[in-house]
């Protein structure tokens, strides 16, 4: 774990200079599951800057960790996008990043390392540097492996670019 957070910190401490975003969250994992296994759980995103940028669409490289109460643990890396709408302040966010998961003492059976999350939100610009969003992922095994369970977390995530 502490190889983990050390890791973590060298991205988001040493990758400001590249102008990307930093990207904070609190949420619930498990949300749609019918059994009681949803935890409270952290994320943290680090979007670097978008090598496609239009004037409706960017497209960046990202990395992401997230933790839960059940200490389950999923890190990724994989691709970032935010659309604006049309001459508003209002954007949607999507990302796809295949990751490796580790099952806590009470976590989530995701039945394989090997895990693929898909994320989708709504989020809104409060100025040049600072977004907020409500995002839900979804993460499974791609059906590499049988079962397939997944398992979706729900989070409002701050967003800050440098």
Known sequence: MQHLTTALFFVLSTSAAYGGEVVLGLGVDDVLDHTDTSAPAVVAEYHFSPFF????????????????????IFIGAGLSAQWKLIDS??????????????KGTNGTPLNGK?????????????????????AL??????????????????????HHSF
């Open 53 to 72: 940028e239009g004037r409706q669409a960017a497209y960046s490289y990202a990395v992401s960790a997230q933790f839960d109460n059940d200490r389950d």
């Open 89 to 102: 302040p209002w954007f949607i966010e999507g990302s796809f990043m295949p990751g490796f998961y580790t």
């Open 114 to 134: 090997v895990q693929f999350r898909t994320l989708i939100g709504l989020g809104y610009e409060l100025n040049d540097t600072s977004r907020v969003s409500l």
């Open 137 to 158: 992922d979804h993460k499974s095994n791609a059906r590499l492996r049988s079962p397939n369970p997944g398992s979706e977390t729900l989070a409002i995530r701050y």
